[in-house]
């Protein structure tokens, strides 16, 4: 569970890194550039937090999981609100569900984790081996 957690919200980091440079490649309204902008980051910051703290067997901050779905919702209806343009809403229907979701990982590996999520990894890779 916890692999799979860290690497969802590592992907998830990446793909809020994409957000906040497509609307140099996509020509957009302002507002949507600027919503890219700002809410790509909070996203990006805290999906990174996040793997940060299960790669370092810590629990993903409940704070953190709630600004990335909120960060994931806003950039999946923001587009609708500002300026529904065929390129830049499907690519932000489809970045803002993999937010919001990696988000829910993170809060769903708090909370279903077990005993194995409040290990650093070094205890994770000893237990494996066997010592």
């Known amino acids: 569970m916890v692999n799979t957690t860290k690497w969802f919200l590592l992907g998830a980091t990446l793909v809020s890194m ?3 440079f497509v609307s140099a490649f996509i020509p957009v309204a302002y507002q949507q550039a600027l919503v890219n902008l700002l809410v790509g980051e909070l996203a990006a910051v805290t999906l990174a937090h996040s793997a940060y703290r299960v790669s370092s067997g810590k629990q993903v901050s409940p704070v953190a999981g709630a600004i990335a779905i909120l960060s994931g919702i806003v950039l999946f209806l923001s587009p609708i609100f500002i300026e529904p343009v065929d390129p830049i809403l499907s690519i932000m229907f489809a ?37």
């Open 18 to 20: 994409v957000v906040i």
């Open 95 to 131: 970045t803002g569900a993999i937010i919001a979701v990696g988000g829910l990982v993170g809060v769903l590996g708090r909370i279903l984790g077990g005993e194995e999520g409040r290990q650093t990894g070094a205890e994770r890779i000893s237990r494996k081996v066997g010592n």
